[in-house]
């Protein structure tokens, strides 16, 4: 799951049903990762200037949302290692642009072979055009 999709479900904010499957599929086969680089973006997105364009960590700071959020949803931490921060390099080239969050995020999936739960258009349309680079599940 991206940051995005992570705290939408934690705040049980609408999503799609097929992303809801993949979610409880991935839930059950313990198989349901999210990266650090989700509290990281998490932590900065909570310190945006106006109130209203802060993400709904349900009122907790990001440390503990992210920890007890993998705890509720039962998903797995991502460790980056060198070859996902290798790969986060190269995504640029191929992503368009280089927002750390997302180039992180896409590298996990490539070198873990996992599929991004994401609403991020930018991310749906890189799987669209190159499905064989990255696997999305809209929500």
């Not at 996990?108 to 991310?123: E, F, G, N, P, W």
Request: proline letters at 5%.
């Amino acid at each position: 799951m991206d940051t995005n999709a992570l705290i939408w479900f934690l705040a049980g904010e609408p999503m799609q049903e097929g992303a809801l499957i993949a979610i409880a599929r991935a839930q059950a086969a313990r198989a349901l990762y999210v990266s650090p680089i989700t509290a990281w973006e998490a932590a900065l997105a909570i310190r945006k200037r106006d109130p209203d364009t802060r993400p709904n960590l349900r009122g907790q700071d990001a440390a503990t949302w992210f920890r007890d959020g993998r705890k509720e949803t039962g998903a797995r931490l991502a460790l980056i290692g060198s070859r996902i921060a290798l790969e986060a390099s190269r995504v640029p080239a191929v992503f368009g642009y280089g927002d750390p969050g997302d180039c992180y995020i896409i590298a996990t999936a490539r070198v873990k072979s996992l599929t991004i739960v994401t609403r991020d258009r930018a991310i749906i349309d890189l799987s669209s055009e190159k499905p064989s680079y990255v696997r999305v599940v809209a929500c």
